[in-house]
């Protein structure tokens, strides 16, 4: 028994002696490795203490040193699995759950960073550093649940607030960077919600959820074609992303609705074209582009059916949701002009002509003024109840009938407001009259020119001459004599 003891002890001697050289070689390694970390050389600090690892692979704190020069690389994920090597190791190296705690939330996993940080407590309860990661991790955990309210409640703002405030505490957490790029694009912040998918993307080229951020983005942009390959691309990679999925199944539905609307719309099938604009529209409430785009297509289609007060509404939606689209103030100026709404269509033609200073942007917006500055005149043409395109007979016609009307001797009996506002209208008629029969005068009026300023003013006319001038003259010409006893609406012509 004694020799076997003898025989084991010489076989053990030289095992002893390796595993002391190993072990002080791997310190050796560990020195360097901590000299090149206090110069801030973290490669080179890595490659050492790689080397004491391989030297040594069961000294935790070989690991844990690893792991921090791993997390100044801001190598999260391998200094994570590093830090739980030194932990399963030696169950008491604070240090370790400490690092590993850090991992975990700058990686976005704060539950698991909260039981570390726990843990170290435990160890060493008054450590102020663990308490102080402990708090952030709460308040990460905070923000993660109220960043989800938010997302339910559609209000995306809050939701990036939330994630900025949970980024500057787990600044490498790629579902943090995620859903803030997502609610980005959902705001029309297309740049930035680019920037960081692009990011992720630059260290991850198979990230789907960044993928799927990027084709949002063009979605989005009304770059459907692009998108949908982005979308196909992150399913590739995640086959049960489902946002991916809706996204490209929306993409292609709006593009073909889209489409279908446009070519029924070319073969002046209106009604048709409104109901697809109508569909497509109720495909995804967030595409801002394409649904301004809808909006004013449908509106353009309202005023092909004759319903401007229908596509005014729906040029008014599609600027609500891009102010900066053009067409939508020219087809809303436009309808504005053809109900005679002359005040709105100059604020459009305005805001048109200041974002694109052209010849044709300045004549409407021209037109549209010179049209409102008639409209503040006496409208000669409605006076009289003819279009602006009468013909000279027919305003003859007109005034005949209307003077006839409202003649002061017909309404001698009534009251005295009655009286003076027939006399007043009398007036009106004469006065229209007077313009409009006069061929240069009813061209100046047309043009918008003042004919208060013209030599010929209006200021001497009277409408009682220009009534006699018009039935002849008071010698054999009319009279409302025994008016009286006609029935109403009748006159009595005395020729002589």
């Known amino acids: 028994m004694a020799d076997v003891d ?76 590093d830090s739980q090597r030194a932990v399963r190791l030696d169950d008491c190296f604070m240090k370790g759950h400490l690092r590993e705690g850090k991992c975990h939330l700058s990686l976005g996993n704060a539950m698991a960073a909260s039981r570390c940080f726990q843990k170290v407590l435990e160890l060493e309860p008054s450590n102020s550093q663990a308490q102080q990661e402990h708090k952030n991790a709460t308040a990460v955990l905070e923000y993660e649940r109220m960043a989800d309210f938010d997302f339910e409640k559609r209000d995306f703002r809050k939701v990036v607030y939330s994630m900025d405030k949970a980024l500057g505490l787990a600044s490498t957490c790629h579902r943090f960077k995620i859903l803030k790029a997502e609610c980005l694009a959902l705001l029309g912040r297309y740049p930035e919600a680019q920037s960081v998918a692009s990011d992720i993307l630059r260290m991850d080229s198979t990230n789907g959820d960044a993928l799927y951020v990027r084709g949002l983005c063009l979605y989005y942009e009304d770059c459907i074609d692009k998108a949908v390959q982005f979308f196909v691309q992150a399913l590739r990679m995640a086959p049960d992303h489902e946002k991916s999925r809706l996204a490209c ?27 697809l604009y109508s569909e497509a529209l109720a495909i995804d409430p967030n595409n801002i582009k394409t649904n301004a785009k ?48 002359y005040e709105e269509a100059v604020r459009d033609y305005e805001k048109v002509y200041q974002t694109e200073k052209t010849k044709e942007h300045k004549h409407l917006l021209k037109t549209a003024q010179l049209e409102l500055k008639k409209s503040k005149r006496k409208d000669y043409y ?115």
């Open 6 to 81: 003898i025989d084991m002890q010489m076989e053990l001697e030289p095992q002893i002696i390796i595993d002391a050289d190993m072990e002080r070689e791997a310190e050796g390694f560990k020195e360097q490795g901590n000299a090149f970390y206090v110069k801030k050389d973290y490669s080179e600090a890595f490659n050492y203490y790689t080397k004491a690892i391989d030297a040594c692979p069961k000294n935790a704190s070989y690991y844990g040193n690893r792991a921090a020069t791993l997390m100044m690389l801001c190598r999260f994920r391998e200094a994570l699995v």
């Open 382 to 496: 409605k006076v009289l109840g003819v279009g602006k395109n009468a013909t000279e007979d027919e305003i003859k016609k007109a005034y005949r009938k209307r003077a006839l009307m409202h003649h002061p001797d017909r309404h001698s009996a009534a009251t005295p407001e009655v009286q003076k506002e027939e006399e007043k209208k009398f007036k009106e008629m004469g006065e229209a009259f007077t313009v409009l029969s006069d061929p240069k005068k009813k061209t100046r009026y047309d043009c918008g020119h003042d004919l208060e300023d013209d030599s010929n003013n209006m200021g001497d006319f009277n409408a009682n001459n220009i009534f006699k001038t018009f039935f002849g003259g008071p010698a054999g010409g009319f009279s409302f004599e025994s008016s009286q006893n006609q029935a109403p609406g009748n006159v009595f012509f005395q020729f002589g």
């Open 249 to 275: 199944r929306n993409a292609k539905a709006l593009k073909a609705k889209k489409e279908e609307g446009n070519k029924v719309f070319k073969d002046s099938n209106f009604e048709a074209a409104y109901r």
């Open 294 to 341: 809808l909006y004013c297509n449908r509106g353009t289609v309202g005023a092909k059916l004759n319903k401007p007060d229908q596509a005014i509404e729906d040029c008014t939606s599609a600027i609500k949701l891009d102010d900066t689209y053009i067409k939508a103030y020219l087809r809303r100026a436009q309808c504005y002009m053809d109900i005679e709404q």
